[in-house]
């Protein structure tokens, strides 16, 4: 008799005096989505993340955006690695590793990810520009860095060459999402997890 295939999906809730956050995500998705943060630009940005990592994702959030993005975005990756720790459980048959290359018109970006369990970011990125529309592209490396921290993922993300502020950072999401994918994917070969310490 077979075992039952638990779903790989959490919901995180969380209010602060500068932002309240319902999000959820399930890993093994179609890259539906539903995306209000009243950031448009990072709303953008994360459908293209969902959709290139096949994950269904909702996010509603409402945030101090009178001010600025800030809070939003970092609270938003906050809970979005929050998530995907939660849902990955043990990590038990995960390939644990996830490498992407993406391009996007004139720029290429790379993301390389080890679900180590080992919290860091290496943000390799010189972008052109220091606004997108109304976002911060300074906010960039502020959502990576906190969804890599919460997710405790090592997390690299390099933009190889771009001129177009907007493609450069649409190429980063696209990559990070596919290669979470690919990290993220059960492989029958695995028994267990993919460490020598017999945990992650």
Same mark, same amino acid.
């Given at each position: ?17 500068? #932002?309240?956050?319902?999000? @959820? ?14 950031? &448009? ?25 009178? %001010?600025?993005?800030?809070? #939003? #975005? ?16 043990? @990590?038990?048959? +995960?390939? !644990?590793?996830?490498?992407?290359? +993406? &391009?996007?018109?004139? *720029? ?10 080992? &919290?860091?970011?290496?943000? !390799?990125?010189?972008?052109? @520009? ?9 906010? +960039? ?27 450069? %950072? ?7 999402? !596919? ?6 994917? %059960?492989? &029958?070969?695995?028994?267990? +997890?993919? *460490? ?5």
């Amino acid at each position: 008799m077979s075992g039952k295939i638990v779903a790989r999906e959490h919901t995180i809730r969380r209010h602060t005096n500068e #932002t309240k956050i319902e999000l @959820k995500i399930a890993l093994d998705g179609e890259g539906k989505n539903q995306i209000h943060t009243g950031v &448009p630009f990072l709303d953008h940005m994360l459908d293209l993340f969902a959709r290139h990592g096949h994950f269904d994702l909702q996010v509603k959030a409402e945030g101090d955006v009178h %001010i600025d993005a800030h809070h #939003t #975005t970092e609270d938003v990756g906050i809970c979005l690695g929050l998530a995907i720790r939660e849902a990955l459980g043990d @990590k038990a048959g +995960v390939q !644990r590793y996830g490498n992407a290359f +993406v &391009p996007m018109d004139d *720029s290429l970006a790379q993301a390389v990810i080890d679900l180590s369990n080992r &919290p860091h970011l290496e943000y !390799r990125a010189n972008l052109s @520009k220091e606004r997108v529309g109304q976002f911060d592209t300074e906010l +960039v490396h502020e959502f990576f860095w906190k969804l890599a921290l919460e997710a405790r993922m090592n997390l690299h993300v390099i933009l190889h060459y771009g001129q177009n502020t907007h493609h450069q %950072i649409e190429a980063m999401f696209k990559a990070v999402g !596919r290669a979470l994918d690919e990290a993220t994917r %059960i492989d &029958p070969r695995v028994k267990g +997890v993919l *460490s020598t310490k017999g945990m992650l």
